[in-house]
């Protein structure tokens, strides 16, 4: 019986230097249901995996488009913007460096910046001007006003004060530098500075 | 260092929001290497960060996902690895089902092609049966110099009428040739006589039969031993005594 159990595993040993991610596209061929670890996934993303991918869209898809919703507020537009996250997050998969942030905060990141270079499109702003002015970028006061159904980070900003508010929202939904907000705004570049940052840090205790 | 002021600073959800500038990110990255307290608080506000994302989620566009599938096209497709070994004997299914289908074909085609060979085999048995018969018709005719010839003109009976009967003076066989002769009522039939030293001599009935099947060349009749000439009388079918002529002479030829 020992003898036997020893040769078996002479057997399968060959099987064990199978890496991680693919045995995790055997045990996931088995198993739909399974779920990934980060590591496990990223391996797969990076390996061109679709069905890892798929996976990535069924759970990510409502967060991100979450993100760029909150941006761009037309929502046929919002949905290329998606589009185009999820074929960038393809395409630069290569790219992602653990060592410098979570899976999700790097998609999180691509996300707002599509957002924010749609926003900033001339096609984009063209269709704006047709609209009726709720928020422009010639009235950054406007921008303050609470839209009521905001959500998510949108809705966290409407419980800061109003200086820090208008800060959050022309950077980080507007994507300015701190330059342009400077200017935009009359106020010292390195007041900007030290606004956003307690902005930031008066966020995180509402989030 | 005091990481702690620095992690207060704001710099960690400025660099996780990415709205710190190059230079900090660069500084921060560093600190992150070099003190696990900043890593641990920028992987601490990245998971609040995605939790707070996580429920906030807004629903995409259902065909969304089937375009980005699209778009990404089939690079990195995996490979279905169990579709190798049924492929295997579903190609051995496909190879018996065409041998079948073929075998059957085959079957079906040697069987009618033996019943067409039949058929031909049929046909040319008759057409070398009636080509004997006409040879042997014609050999009569011509081959002997012994057989005599007497063309039967139509009496003023029926003036149309026309016969020719042929003898063998060796072997007194008589046949006749029906060149042109009405067809009898059903109950008439022809009788063809021949005349010896003035007496009549019974040679035998045209069988209606004869008028069905038109393809009979020479009729064959009974021998007759002496004859100078011959003769078709139409008689009725009911008569008792056919050894002497009752009815209307037809046509009558001398040799």
Same mark, same amino acid.
């Given at each position: 019986?020992?003898?036997?159990?020893?040769?078996?595993?002479?057997?399968?040993?060959?099987?064990?230097?199978?890496?991680?991610?693919?045995?995790?596209?055997?045990?996931?061929?088995?198993n739909?249901?399974?779920?990934?670890?980060?590591?496990?996934?990223?391996?797969?993303?990076?390996?061109?995996?679709?069905?890892?991918?798929?996976?990535?869209?069924?759970?990510?898809?409502?967060?991100?488009?979450?993100?760029?919703?909150?941006?761009?507020?037309e929502?046929?537009?919002?949905?290329?913007?998606?589009?185009?996250?999820?074929v960038?997050?393809?395409?630069?998969?290569?790219?992602?460096?653990?060592?410098?942030?979570r899976?999700?905060?790097?998609?999180?990141?691509?996300?707002?910046?599509?957002?924010?270079?749609?926003?900033?499109?001339?096609?984009?702003?063209?269709?704006?001007?047709?609209?009726p002015?709720?928020?422009?970028?010639?009235?950054?006061?406007?921008?303050?006003?609470?839209?009521?159904?905001?959500?998510?980070l949108?809705?966290?900003?409407?419980?800061?004060?109003?200086?820090?508010?208008?800060?959050?929202?022309?950077?980080?939904?507007?994507?300015?530098?701190?330059?342009?907000?400077?200017?935009?705004?009359?106020?010292?570049?390195?007041?900007?500075?030290?606004?956003?940052?307690?902005?930031?840090?008066?966020?995180?205790?509402?989030? | 260092?005091?990481?702690?002021?620095?992690i207060?600073?704001?710099?960690?959800?400025s660099?996780?929001?990415?709205?710190?500038?190059?230079e900090?990110?660069?500084?921060f990255?560093?600190?992150?290497?070099q003190?696990p307290?900043?890593l641990?608080?920028?992987?601490?506000?990245?998971?609040?960060?995605?939790?707070?994302?996580?429920?906030?989620?807004?629903?995409?566009?259902?065909?969304?996902?089937?375009r980005?599938?699209?778009?990404?096209?089939?690079?990195?497709?995996?490979v279905?690895?169990?579709?190798?070994?049924?492929?295997?004997?579903?190609?051995?299914?496909?190879?018996a089902?065409?041998?079948?289908?073929?075998?059957?074909?085959?079957?079906?085609?040697?069987?009618?092609?033996?019943?067409?060979?039949?058929?031909?085999r049929?046909?040319?048995?008759?057409?070398?049966?009636?080509?004997?018969?006409?040879?042997? &018709?014609?050999?009569?005719?011509?081959? !002997?110099?012994?057989v #005599?010839?007497?063309?039967?003109?139509? =009496? /003023?009976e029926?003036?149309?009428?026309?016969?020719?009967?042929?003898?063998?003076?060796?072997?007194?066989?008589?046949?006749?040739?029906?060149?042109?002769?009405?067809?009898?009522?059903?109950?008439?039939?022809?009788?063809?006589?021949?005349?010896?030293?003035?007496q009549?001599i019974?040679?035998?009935f045209?069988?209606?039969?004869?008028?069905?099947?038109? &393809?009979?060349?020479?009729?064959?009749? !009974?021998?007759?031993? #002496?004859?100078?000439?011959?003769?078709? =009388? /139409?008689?009725?079918?009911?008569?008792?005594?056919?050894?002497?002529?009752?009815?209307?002479?037809?046509?009558?030829?001398?040799?």
């Open positions: 019986m020992k003898l036997l159990q020893a040769k078996s595993q002479l057997v399968f040993y060959p099987y064990m230097y199978l890496d991680t991610a693919r045995y995790c596209i055997l045990t996931n061929s088995l739909s249901q399974t779920t990934y670890s980060e590591q496990e996934l990223v391996a797969l993303l990076q390996q061109r995996n679709r069905q890892a991918f798929g996976y990535l869209y069924d759970n990510y898809s409502g967060a991100l488009f979450g993100i760029v919703n909150a941006i761009v507020t929502k046929e537009t919002a949905n290329d913007v998606l589009q185009n996250v999820f960038n997050i393809w395409k630069k998969i290569e790219s992602y460096d653990a060592s410098k942030g899976l999700f905060t790097w998609m999180l990141n691509i996300a707002r910046n599509a957002a924010i270079d749609e926003l900033r499109s001339r096609s984009y702003r063209d269709k704006q001007k047709n609209q002015l709720s928020e422009g970028l010639a009235f950054p006061g406007a921008v303050t006003d609470p839209v009521v159904n905001d959500v998510g949108k809705k966290v900003l409407g419980r800061l004060k109003e200086e820090w508010r208008v800060l959050i929202d022309l950077s980080y939904f507007q994507g300015f530098t701190h330059e342009e907000i400077a200017k935009m705004l009359g106020i010292p570049l390195g007041t900007v500075k030290t606004r956003i940052r307690s902005a930031l840090i008066q966020l995180r205790t509402l989030i | 260092m005091n990481t702690q002021e620095y207060s600073s704001g710099i960690v959800e660099y996780v929001l990415g709205l710190a500038s190059d900090e990110r660069r500084e990255e560093q600190m992150c290497r003190y307290d900043v641990e608080a920028r992987i601490a506000f990245e998971i609040v960060m995605e939790k707070q994302a996580m429920q906030n989620t807004i629903a995409p566009a259902a065909e969304v996902r089937n980005v599938f699209d778009e990404i096209g089939s690079a990195g497709k995996v279905s690895m169990s579709a190798s070994p049924s492929g295997n004997t579903g190609w051995l299914k496909y190879a089902a065409a041998c079948i289908i073929l075998l059957a074909g085959s079957l079906y085609w040697n069987i009618s092609l033996s019943k067409k060979n039949k058929e031909l049929n046909n040319y048995d008759n057409t070398v049966a009636r080509l004997n018969e006409m040879e042997n &018709d014609i050999k009569v005719l011509t081959d !002997k110099e012994s #005599k010839m007497a063309s039967m003109k139509g =009496t /003023l029926s003036p149309q009428s026309y016969t020719t009967v042929y003898w063998d003076t060796t072997s007194h066989d008589v046949y006749l040739l029906v060149n042109n002769l009405p067809k009898p009522a059903d109950s008439l039939h022809y009788q063809l006589w021949a005349l010896a030293d003035g009549p019974d040679l035998g045209i069988t209606d039969e004869y008028f069905v099947r038109k &393809d009979k060349l020479l009729i064959r009749a !009974k021998n007759a031993q #002496k004859a100078q000439a011959f003769a078709i =009388t /139409l008689e009725k079918k009911d008569r008792v005594d056919v050894s002497k002529p009752a009815g209307q002479v037809y046509v009558v030829g001398k040799l």
